[in-house]
């Protein structure tokens, strides 16, 4: 059974931000195969979308897919984009019209490597534009977000230009995806920028350079005009790799938080740096399993971390709530038998609402979860995530199975019901219901099948 729980150090003290009752919505979705949800945002007009890559489609690859939900995680409409090769969504944006600005990276556009990748959508979905950035080598987008000034920023690294081996970099796209500036971070090795966040007198990215043959996690700050300000190495005092991985701010200050590597395992720290960078303040969290945080956000005088656990084999969706001075409040941990994962977040007076991916069981399916809830106390919820009737899992009509193929068959939410079926049988000879299923046989490929 899937468990929420939630632990805290001040006698499971309120979430001063969450007044409404307790309610918890949780939703896993996915096709025949792997689906993972990268991030999540809130809509101007209420609702939430989300964007992550699916494996469930007829090319045997990746593809982007984008869905949108009502307030209690109703979906609204799923669509998946890509080519006959990789395409992996990591980020999305909303503009001032309701549209919907995508990026990754992608293999296949007319050449041999990655290229970033973004592509505009309008509310319902529908692929307005799409266009990839990038050289002969590989190159990657991580995060987007809207240009204080118009337009677009993209993050990510790139192996085709820059200063040496990696390079951390920024794209600014107008809103017809032209590429108008590009910076780049980094020296001659290894450097990566991770996620851009928007500031009242500018932007800031974080991610990391390698100086003498160690990662060391970076912010770098720039002004409205994309001037350079100044630039903050957050080192190991025990010389061990940091990257970073994700940046909020309030209060004047800026929040990160990502990974230190060592022998030992993998843990996380959370910096607070003023604006101005005067001063710092850090939290190396120690604990007896390895765990990672992959995004952070801000609400008054609080910040969440969100990312995973692993103890025993097991990786547990982590959550911890801190004050605005980083010490510890609570946190509450979700999982299934196997695998469970948190990889966005966001966060305002209402709800907390999170999305990442839940693997039931060693032999099952990742699949895309979304978990939203608006309780002042969390203190322990017992749930399996609603499977939601929302995803569009790519059909081959070409090449279709004969009598006596067997294979997998799969529910149209992307449910395992049989794991030998036996190709063009009735329900009678199985104990299935009658119904439209995706058989998965030869070459991993979903065929739909009604069966009656």
């Given at each position: 059974?899937?468990?929420?729980?939630?632990?805290?150090?001040?006698?499971?003290?309120?979430?001063?931000?969450?007044?409404?009752?307790?309610?918890?919505?949780?939703?896993?979705?996915?096709?025949?195969?792997?689906?993972?949800?990268?991030?999540?945002?809130?809509?101007?007009?209420?609702?939430?979308?989300?964007?992550?890559?699916?494996?469930?489609?007829?090319?045997?690859?990746?593809?982007?897919?984008?869905?949108?939900?009502?307030?209690?995680?109703?979906?609204?409409?799923?669509?998946?984009?890509?080519?006959?090769?990789?395409?992996?969504?990591?980020?999305?944006?909303?503009?001032?019209?309701?549209?919907?600005?995508?990026?990754?990276?992608?293999?296949?556009?007319?050449?041999?490597?990655?290229?970033?990748?973004?592509?505009?959508?309008?509310?319902?979905?529908?692929?307005?534009?799409?266009?990839?950035?990038?050289?002969?080598?590989?190159?990657?987008?991580?995060?987007?977000?809207?240009?204080?000034?118009?337009?677009?920023?993209?993050?990510?690294?790139?192996?085709?230009?820059?200063?040496?081996?990696?390079?951390?970099?920024?794209?600014?796209?107008?809103?017809?995806?032209?590429?108008?500036?590009?910076?780049?971070?980094?020296?001659?090795?290894?450097?990566?920028?991770?996620?851009?966040?928007?500031?009242?007198?500018?932007?800031?990215?974080?991610?990391?350079?390698?100086?003498?043959?160690?990662?060391?996690?970076?912010?770098?700050?720039?002004?409205?005009?994309?001037?350079?300000?100044?630039?903050?190495?957050?080192?190991?005092?025990?010389?061990?790799?940091?990257?970073?991985?994700?940046?909020?701010?309030?209060?004047?200050?800026?929040?990160?938080?990502?990974?230190?590597?060592?022998?030992?395992?993998?843990?996380?720290?959370?910096?607070?740096?003023?604006?101005?960078?005067?001063?710092?303040?850090?939290?190396?969290?120690?604990?007896?399993?390895?765990?990672?945080?992959?995004?952070?956000v801000a609400l008054n005088d609080k910040i969440v971390f969100v990312g995973s656990k692993i103890d025993n084999a097991i990786e547990v969706g982590r959550v911890v709530r801190k004050h605005s001075d980083l010490y510890f409040t609570g946190v509450f941990e979700f999982t299934g038998q196997y695998r469970a994962k948190f990889n966005s977040v966001i966060w305002n007076e209402d709800a907390l609402v999170m999305c990442g991916s839940f693997q039931p069981t060693a032999s099952g399916n990742p699949q895309a979860v979304l978990l939203k809830y608006t309780?002042?106390?969390?203190?322990?919820?017992?749930?399996?995530?609603?499977?939601?009737?929302?995803?569009?899992?790519?059909?081959?009509?070409?090449?279709?199975?004969?009598?006596?193929?067997?294979?997998?068959?799969?529910?149209?939410?992307?449910?395992?019901?049989?794991?030998?079926?036996?190709?063009?049988?009735?329900?009678?000879?199985?104990?299935?219901?009658?119904?439209?299923?995706?058989?998965?046989?030869?070459?991993?490929?979903?065929?739909?099948?009604?069966?009656?």
């Amino acid at each position: 059974m899937t468990r929420i729980i939630l632990f805290s150090s001040l006698a499971m003290l309120q979430l001063a931000a969450m007044a409404q009752a307790d309610t918890v919505f949780l939703k896993a979705f996915g096709g025949a195969f792997f689906e993972e949800a990268s991030e999540v945002i809130q809509r101007e007009g209420g609702g939430y979308t989300i964007v992550g890559t699916t494996g469930s489609n007829e090319s045997g690859s990746t593809d982007v897919f984008v869905a949108s939900f009502d307030e209690e995680l109703n979906c609204q409409w799923s669509r998946n984009y890509g080519n006959a090769d990789a395409d992996w969504g990591l980020s999305i944006v909303e503009d001032f019209s309701g549209n919907f600005l995508v990026t990754g990276y992608t293999l296949g556009d007319n050449t041999t490597s990655y290229d970033m990748m973004a592509m505009k959508l309008d509310a319902q979905g529908e692929l307005m534009w799409r266009h990839t950035y990038g050289g002969s080598d590989w190159d990657f987008a991580h995060k987007i977000m809207a240009h204080p000034l118009g337009g677009f920023l993209i993050c990510g690294r790139t192996y085709s230009n820059g200063n040496g081996d990696q390079d951390g970099t920024v794209l600014h796209i107008d809103g017809q995806g032209i590429l108008l500036s590009q910076w780049f971070m980094g020296g001659t090795a290894k450097d990566a920028a991770a996620d851009i966040l928007r500031l009242d007198d500018g932007w800031a990215v974080g991610g990391y350079q390698t100086i003498d043959d160690k990662s060391v996690a970076t912010i770098w700050k720039f002004d409205t005009m994309g001037n350079p300000q100044w630039e903050r190495m957050l080192n190991d005092t025990n010389g061990f790799n940091r990257e970073l991985t994700a940046l909020t701010s309030a209060n004047g200050y800026v929040y990160a938080t990502g990974q230190v590597y060592s022998d030992a395992g993998t843990k996380s720290f959370e910096y607070r740096i003023p604006l101005d960078n005067s001063t710092e303040f850090e939290v190396v969290e120690t604990q007896t399993f390895e765990f990672i945080y992959r995004d952070c956000v801000a609400l008054n005088d609080k910040i969440v971390f969100v990312g995973s656990k692993i103890d025993n084999a097991i990786e547990v969706g982590r959550v911890v709530r801190k004050h605005s001075d980083l010490y510890f409040t609570g946190v509450f941990e979700f999982t299934g038998q196997y695998r469970a994962k948190f990889n966005s977040v966001i966060w305002n007076e209402d709800a907390l609402v999170m999305c990442g991916s839940f693997q039931p069981t060693a032999s099952g399916n990742p699949q895309a979860v979304l978990l939203k809830y608006t309780s002042s106390i969390l203190n322990e919820v017992n749930s399996e995530p609603e499977t939601a009737p929302c995803f569009s899992v790519g059909i081959d009509e070409l090449t279709m199975p004969v009598a006596g193929d067997k294979g997998l068959l799969y529910s149209s939410t992307g449910q395992l019901v049989c794991d030998n079926y036996e190709w063009n049988t009735r329900s009678s000879d199985h104990p299935i219901a009658s119904g439209i299923y995706f058989f998965v046989g030869k070459g991993r490929r979903a065929y739909a099948v009604y069966i009656d």
